[in-house]
């Protein structure tokens, strides 16, 4: 059967089959440039863009004048989507691969807020106008110093501004998590709601999170809502899509 893959991706796939057989391991060295123009006469520019692929996908990574060597792959934990939280501005459990007490990573967060209008898509979740004034939070979450998830808050200023709970990490209700938070000032969180998906990463993602950019990115949009079923906060979460699950628990009412 005649081959109609293009050469570069023949070389992609080849190259991971080959770390997943475990020909290639952890922290080989990929062959060089001159070795896979020769095994595949192929181009400079195939070849390079075959790398780009495998580094894309988080088979691999470059380290600047050695070479590009195959990445740990292994899945780090699973991250447990839950809103019973009302302490914590983490919208995930972490439990790493194996369960043991002693392995749980230890978590820290940084994170910034700053008054803005709402973009066209944040005003469509959170039912405001375009240009309304929200409160935007951006959060770095670490465990063990390690980057493990990124996300972005936005609630409207209409709702919180002049309350203690107007900057998530500030005042009397920090860190209380959404539900915490809304509750000090009255506004009952009733549901949330999440969509999954699935992107390339960004450059200023993929500094943050210590992969390339165009690695594959799990998505999580959240959006809570009140007991009027209004919008009171959404956000954006993404975690590396090869390194983390996610897992959620779900209940059935009587």
Known sequence: M???????????????????????VVGARIPSRSELKRVYRASDQTVDRAVRVLKAAGYASGQFGKGVFVSDRVPMGVLVRTTDARDSPLSARISVAGGRLADQPALAWEAVSTTTVAPPGIAERLAVGQGDR???????????????????????????????????????????????RFAAIGIRIARAREVVASRPATSPEAEALGCVPGQCLTAVERTHYDEDDRPVETSDTVVLGDR????YAITFAD
């Open 2 to 24: 005649r081959e109609t893959r293009p050469m570069y991706q023949r070389i992609a796939d080849d190259l991971r089959r080959r770390i997943d057989e475990g020909t290639l």
């Open 244 to 247: 983390w699950r996610l897992e």
């Open 134 to 180: 929200v409160m935007c939070t951006q959060y770095a979450y670490l465990a063990d110093r390690r980057p493990l998830q990124l996300a972005t808050s936005w609630e409207p200023l209409a709702l919180t501004e002049g309350t203690d709970v107007a900057y998530p990490e500030r005042g009397p209700h920090a860190r209380r998590g959404v539900r915490g």
